[in-house]
């Protein structure tokens, strides 16, 4: 599975984790040096606070590209502990 924007590829990996329809990308395989953090953040009530990215390809940057969970809160969301998940409608997937 690859996320791609604008031609670039953020993110490629045989081992993704499929949650409620997305898929997260171990952190290792996600390209790091095209995200900056984002302000916004989000809370799940069995995941937890959420963080987010923003991306930038070739000066264009793209708000909230992806999100996060760097300290989840229940066993249940362990798996996802850091992964990166992509917004279907702001990347391609392939």
């Avoid at 490629?12 to 095209?34: A, L, Q, R």
């Amino acid at each position: 599975m690859k996320a791609i924007l604008d031609g670039i590829v953020l993110a490629d990996s045989n081992d993704t984790k499929v949650i409620e329809g997305n898929h997260y990308f171990p952190p290792d395989s996600v390209k790091k040096e095209y995200f900056v953090a984002s302000d916004t953040s989000s809370v799940c009530p069995w995941k937890g606070t959420c963080s987010y990215y923003d991306a930038t390809i070739s000066g264009k940057t793209v708000s909230d590209v992806a999100w996060y969970y760097p300290n989840t809160i229940s066993d249940r969301a362990k798996p996802i502990e850091n992964y990166v998940a992509f917004y279907k409608n702001k990347v391609q997937f392939e």
